[in-house]
Nanobody, 114 residues
């Protein structure tokens, strides 16, 4: 089973940028689609972005054009570049399987101040 550790979150002002990373253990990383998800206070967890094994990317409408998902299979690492951040982007961000999420890690907190 793949273990996932998210990092890179922090406090940023509106309009700022952050780059999240997700380090994956195990040998199956390169053979699965991966995704980013987020959970804001008082809300359900939602899907943010997905990247397939061929590098095709998909985004939720709320982040399209501002966020970029990428992967480095040699490093077993997933990334999320977040630009033009808004207060509504404040949430705990998680990485997981891109189609059928399994167990969740601790996530990384992103806070965008207005």
């Amino acid at each position: 089973q793949v273990q996932l550790v998210e990092s890179g979150g922090g406090l940023v002002q509106t309009g700022g940028s952050l780059r999240l990373s997700c380090a994956a253990s195990g040998s199956s990383f390169s053979s699965r689609a991966m995704g980013w998800y987020r959970q804001a206070p008082g809300k359900q967890r939602e899907w943010v972005a997905r990247i397939t094994i061929t590098g095709t990317t998909f985004y939720a409408g709320s982040v399209r054009g501002r966020f970029t998902i990428s992967r480095d299979n040699a490093k077993n690492t997933l990334y999320l570049q977040m630009n033009s951040l808004k207060p509504d982007d404040t949430a705990v961000y998680y990485c997981n399987d891109g189609w059928v999420p399994g167990s969740w890690g601790q996530g990384t907190q992103v806070t965008v101040s207005s």
